[in-house]
């Protein structure tokens, strides 16, 4: 049950529904929490209440979270109120399904776990589909148009071999979610889950070969040994007397398996997100409706006061949801939104006011390239008009995000945040901390200390000029004369105090090398960074890190190196899409993609490229499929038939065809997507849409950007 308690500990301003989530005592609650409204903030009071005035030691409290940044941040977050408090002890459980499946598939006896990485998948994956498709052209190569010229039809060769691969890897890692194995699908299946269902057989094969687990395996093997160990059951139930989950929205199936059985015992969970903040499910195994039906069937507490926004940004928010709710031309798109409003705080934070506020559509004559140029030119104009505001331009596509970074430049904006995936300032990061890390692993060798000074000199001010020949008397040095100088004996630097300094830097980290790695490298990224998107690198770098290789002092510093050599070449495409510890500072502009955008804000921002293609509401708006295959998508036929396959699924169609249904999801997605652009702003809004699409022809804007608009224009 749900029950009242008056906390003793002084609390500030808590809103009506934020004092009821706080007065949480036992059983499941799910929190719905429109954005701006707290959900952090309260997820972080009622843990520490657990705590401080409960009793509950920290150790006996988990909190799901979706991304290993906001598990950082939330930890943080949490320490800090406890510390001020007085109390001693740190809050520490805090996981992702990967962490926790790892920490529950460790009890079982048994050999050590091995993982394979995400390039390795790719590569055991690109071989096999390849094998596949050599062996049997008869089945896919008549589908390739051949009156067309050759050009094109290698092209088309090319485009369904793509094609192919992902539907391959879409049906492993969803048959891995619903928990079937290769003989659960059966032998007579036609279509084309019939030509995945042999490359799934093939692949876990191989990782049996091999003895390895994917990621997706992890979730499923905890699932399953809790399920038929009684022992491993009982002690797996007993880790938690309360269990949270953040970001409930983005939930799998796998992960409500592993709440449910871990929160079995005592009934205690606590699942907090908003269902109309969930975009992650295109590409991912999260399933939205998870936590609206465990919301439906638990007690439920609704955040919807937000203090972040003026009345124009709310009112445009809500009425978006209500017409999507009641007039979307699409019957099965009227749920992609909840029916909750989002309303001005009635205390705490107040809103901007709304002489602040402004809302504006435009319809610029053009390409989307010069439509992107008019709305970089805009931004710039925003921070002089408006030096204390934080500005920022939401992109559907890293594509696009790149075109309006490279306007900036050739504009002369000073200061651009990219948060864009795979950007250069991510790079040099993780290339600085490879030269401190691999210095670690060998330092008596003069090359290594060589590239580490290379990694460094621009943060430590040393001129470009003067570098190689700086280098290359490195490399005839002896790094540990250069580095720990006998005493009272001057090194003779030749060239100056600045390399002098980085020296004595370098030298200071090696002396600390004796601590644990995590230690000795949260030194390194707190000494080396200041600005929140690069720690936030460096944060994950050790959680990457300690995903692997754990977080054992004993860890071998050659190790470390040869992991983060891994992580350099392979798995920047993973860095997390939300960064929940990044603060815009004023008179900057941001560039990022609007899924990343989750959990940030901004005073003003820019949302480009409202067509009917990017933001689509009828079927004819964006075709779904390989047009020589008559428009069908292999993913989407091939998925719809593993998931009847699933005994427990309540998955059905809401369309006509499996290809139909995943032009829904997708644009019930981007109706999602575009909520969340629009509530990222405090203050100031701009839509816009070109005329013309990428291809130099006339497009239409979105249906949702005419019918948001209260004075629609022509064009």
Not at 246 to 263: F, G, N, T, V
Not at 463 to 482: C, G, K, T, V, Y
Not at 558 to 578: G, K, T
Not at 640 to 653: D, F, I, V
Request: net charge neutral; glycine share 6%; proline share 7%.
């Amino acid at each position: 049950m749900v029950g009242l308690a008056s906390p003793p500990f002084p609390q500030p301003i808590l809103r009506p529904a934020q004092q009821q989530a706080l007065a949480y005592q036992s059983g499941a609650l799910g929190i719905a929490a429109v954005p701006g409204s707290g959900k952090t903030f309260i997820l972080e009071l009622l843990i520490s209440d657990l705590i401080l005035n409960r009793g509950i030691p920290p150790e006996r409290i988990g909190v799901f979270t979706y991304m290993r940044s906001a598990r950082g941040n939330l930890i943080s977050r949490i320490n800090q109120r406890l510390q001020q408090a007085g109390y001693l002890n740190r809050f520490t459980q805090a996981f992702t399904l990967h962490s926790l499946s790892l920490r529950v598939l460790r009890e079982a006896p048994g050999e050590e776990l091995s993982i394979l990485e995400q390039y390795e998948r790719d590569r055991l994956l690109s071989r096999l589909c390849r094998a596949w498709l050599t062996h049997h052209t008869q089945f896919w190569d008549p589908l390739i148009p051949t009156d067309d010229n050759p050009q094109k039809v290698a092209q088309n060769r090319a485009r369904f071999r793509q094609s192919f691969q992902q539907m391959v890897q879409a049906v492993i890692s969803t048959a891995k979610n619903l928990r079937l194995a290769p003989g659960g699908i059966p032998s007579d299946t036609q279509g084309y889950l019939a030509w995945a269902a042999p490359i799934y057989a093939s692949y876990q094969a191989e990782l049996q070969r091999l003895g390895k687990l994917d990621y997706d395996d992890l979730g499923w093997q905890a699932v399953e040994l809790i399920d038929r160990s009684p022992e491993v059951r009982a002690q797996v139930q007993d880790w938690y007397d309360y269990l949270f989950e953040d970001e409930a929205q983005d939930s799998s199936p796998l992960q409500e398996d592993l709440l449910r059985l871990l929160s079995q015992r005592t009934g205690n969970l606590i699942r907090v997100g908003d269902p109309n903040q969930s975009i992650m499910g295109t590409f991912t195994t999260a399933e939205p409706r998870l936590f609206r039906a465990f919301c439906r069937a638990s007690p439920q507490v609704i955040l919807q006061e937000s203090s972040r926004s003026a009345p124009q940004i709310l009112a445009l928010a809500n009425r978006l949801v209500d017409w999507v709710n009641r007039e979307h031309p699409l019957t099965p798109l009227r749920t992609a939104l909840a029916p909750q409003h989002i309303q001005l705080a009635s205390s705490g934070g107040q809103n901007p006011p709304a002489s602040e506020g402004q809302v504006e559509f435009q319809s610029i004559r053009g390409s989307p390239d010069e439509e992107l140029q008019q709305v970089v030119l805009q931004a710039i104009q925003a921070t002089q008009a408006f030096p204390e505001h934080t500005v920022v331009i939401l992109v559907t596509t890293n594509e696009m995000g790149g075109k309006a970074l490279s306007y900036l430049q050739e504009m002369g904006a000073e200061r651009v945040v990219d948060l864009l995936r795979n950007n250069p300032s991510q790079r040099r990061v993780l290339l600085q901390l490879k030269g401190v890390i691999d210095l670690f692993a060998v330092p008596t060798a003069p090359m290594r200390l060589a590239a580490a000074v290379e990694y460094l000199a621009d943060w430590a001010g040393i001129p470009r000029a003067d570098l190689e020949p700086m280098l290359n008397w490195i490399r005839a040095s002896l790094p540990e004369r250069l580095l720990f100088p006998y005493f009272g004996e001057d090194p003779s630097l030749p060239y100056g105090p600045k390399l002098a300094t980085l020296l004595r830097t370098l030298a200071g980290w090696l002396r600390a090398g004796r601590s644990p790695w995590t230690e000795v490298l949260n030194l390194v990224i707190q000494s080396l960074y200041r600005k929140p998107e690069e720690l936030f690198v460096g944060r994950y770098v050790i959680d990457q890190l300690e995903q692997v290789l754990g977080s054992l002092p004993e860890t071998d510093w050659q190790e470390i190196a040869q992991e983060f050599q891994v992580i350099l070449d392979h798995r920047l495409n993973n860095l997390p899409s939300e960064i929940l510890a990044f603060n815009p500072e004023p008179g900057s502009i941001t560039v990022t993609t609007l899924h990343r955008s989750k959990g940030l804000e901004w005073d003003q921002v820019f949302i480009p490229q409202l067509s009917a293609y990017e933001f689509p509401t009828h079927y004819r708006d964006r075709r779904f499929g390989l047009a020589f295959l008559e428009d069908v998508d292999m993913q989407a036929e091939a998925l719809a038939q593993l998931r009847q396959l699933n005994p427990k699924g309540s998955w059905e169609l809401q369309a006509d065809s499996a290809t139909e249904q995943a032009f829904l999801d997708l644009a019930a997605e981007r109706l999602r997507l575009l909520y969340v652009g629009i509530t990222r702003s405090k203050r100031r809004l701009t839509l816009s849409v070109s005329s013309q699409s990428r291809f130099g022809s006339e497009q239409s804007s979105s249906l949702l950007f005419r019918v948001l608009n209260p004075k629609p224009t022509a064009g």
